[in-house]
């Protein structure tokens, strides 16, 4: 396997990032750690006579505490996130979901962005974001628009993003009062064969607001409407609710097979962990309302 020959372009700005990449249209991608771009290059998956190396774009980098948001840029890697001070007090479960992505090598070059952005079936982040109630800001040029992450993985492969447009940040905004988020997955090879996130917030020992995301199963992850199934249970009738739910968000998931799996034995695992995951954030929401 070897690389065919490409030029590299290293843009100061957004501006001129998304001008190069419209301008060169089809000949030219943007890359980050370029640890899905190359290998697909390499693999003859996808040939590029110009790359556009967006990891010093400043306005891609930094991770900030806003009012109600955490604002992580688009070229940070996974293993800055899952080592922040600031990322792990916000949100602990997602830098324990980052911990958990890939394997250190690929964690340290590989960005939340070309996650998001190759949009892979498998992908973690993309699940754990959606339940998150996570917001993606786009730019092209000098327009930026928001996008909410259960919007922006539109098929295997596929985003929202327009030509040239780049995905600048993700904002992540803070936990509800008592509400807690349980994240959990499965692999049997490199990548996640399934992947749940839920987030549960309680009201005076009942749940008030719930979302249930599922991803790898399918082509993109999905939010469950069946989360609204959980509203007014309390900790007596939660497990039951919870079954109930789990099992009719793996049937809406409408799992593929993958290869590996049958449909039906993915439509189990989502059902699964989809309990264990709602389960997993009741209680962090009990212990929330503790202190
Ligand atoms: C061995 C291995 C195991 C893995 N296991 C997991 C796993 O367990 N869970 C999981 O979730 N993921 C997993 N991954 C995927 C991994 O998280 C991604 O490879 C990585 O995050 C991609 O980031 P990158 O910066 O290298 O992307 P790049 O390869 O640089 O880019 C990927 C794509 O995104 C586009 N792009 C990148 N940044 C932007 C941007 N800011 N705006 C617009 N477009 C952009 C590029 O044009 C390209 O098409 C695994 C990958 C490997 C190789």
Same mark, same amino acid.
């Given at each position: 396997?070897?690389?065919? $020959?490409?030029?590299?372009?290293? $843009?100061?700005?957004v501006?001129?990032?998304s001008?190069?990449?419209? !301008?060169?249209?089809?000949?030219?991608?943007?890359?980050?750690?370029?640890?899905?771009?190359?290998?697909t290059?390499k693999?003859?998956?996808?040939?590029?006579a110009?790359?556009v190396?967006?990891?010093?774009?400043?306005?891609?980098r930094?991770?900030? &505490?806003?009012r109600?948001?955490l604002?992580?840029?688009?070229?940070i890697?996974?293993?800055?996130?899952? /080592?922040?001070p600031? @990322?792990r007090?916000?949100? $602990?479960?997602?830098?324990?979901?980052?911990?958990?992505? =890939?394997?250190?090598?690929?964690?340290?070059?590989g960005?939340?962005? +070309?996650?998001?952005?190759?949009a892979?079936?498998?992908?973690?982040?993309?699940?754990?974001l959606?339940?998150?109630?996570?917001?993606?800001?786009?730019?092209?040029?000098g327009?930026t628009r928001?996008? %909410?992450a259960?919007?922006?993985v539109?098929?295997p492969?596929q &985003?929202a993003? +327009? %030509?040239?447009? *780049?995905l600048v940040? #993700?904002? #992540?905004?803070?936990?509800? @009062?008592?509400?807690?988020i349980?994240? #959990?997955?499965m692999?049997l090879?490199?990548?996640?064969? @399934?992947?749940?996130?839920?987030?549960?917030?309680? &009201?005076r020992g009942? #749940?008030?607001?719930?979302?249930l995301?599922?991803?790898?199963?399918?082509?993109?992850p999905? /939010?469950? !409407?069946a989360? =609204?199934?959980?509203?007014?249970a =309390?900790?007596?009738?939660?497990?039951?609710? =919870?079954g109930?739910?789990a099992?009719?968000?793996?049937?809406?998931a409408?799992?593929? /097979?993958?290869?590996?799996?049958?449909?039906?034995?993915?439509?189990? *695992?989502?059902y699964?962990?989809?309990?264990r995951?709602?389960?997993?954030?009741f209680?962090?929401?009990?212990?929330?309302g503790?202190w």
């Open positions: 396997m070897k690389l065919p $020959p490409f030029s590299i372009h290293r $843009p100061g700005s501006q001129e990032a001008r190069l990449l419209a !301008d060169l249209a089809d000949d030219a991608a943007a890359y980050c750690g370029g640890t899905e771009l190359l290998l290059m693999l003859g998956l996808a040939d590029y110009h790359l190396d967006l990891k010093r774009v400043a306005a891609l930094g991770i900030t &505490t806003e109600t948001s604002r992580i840029g688009a070229a890697t996974h293993y800055e996130l899952e /080592s922040s600031q @990322v007090a916000w949100c $602990p479960a997602f830098a324990a979901m980052l911990s958990e992505v =890939a394997n250190i090598r690929v964690r340290s070059t960005t939340l962005g +070309g996650n998001l952005c190759f892979d079936p498998h992908s973690d982040p993309a699940t754990f959606i339940a998150a109630g996570a917001s993606m800001l786009c730019q092209m040029a327009d928001r996008v %909410p259960s919007e922006f539109t098929g492969y &985003t993003l +327009g %030509p040239g447009e *780049l940040a #993700v904002e #992540v905004p803070a936990l509800p @009062v008592q509400a807690g349980g994240h #959990v997955r692999k090879h490199e990548r996640p064969t @399934v992947t749940v996130t839920a987030m549960v917030q309680l &009201t009942a #749940v008030s607001d719930a979302r995301a599922i991803g790898s199963v399918s082509a993109v999905v /939010s469950a !409407d989360a =609204a199934l959980l509203l007014g =309390a900790a007596a009738d939660f497990d039951d609710r =919870a109930a739910c099992w009719q968000a793996a049937l809406d409408g799992p593929l /097979s993958d290869g590996d799996c049958s449909p039906e034995y993915l439509r189990h *695992l989502a699964v962990h989809s309990r995951a709602l389960n997993l954030a209680a962090a929401a009990r212990d929330a503790l």
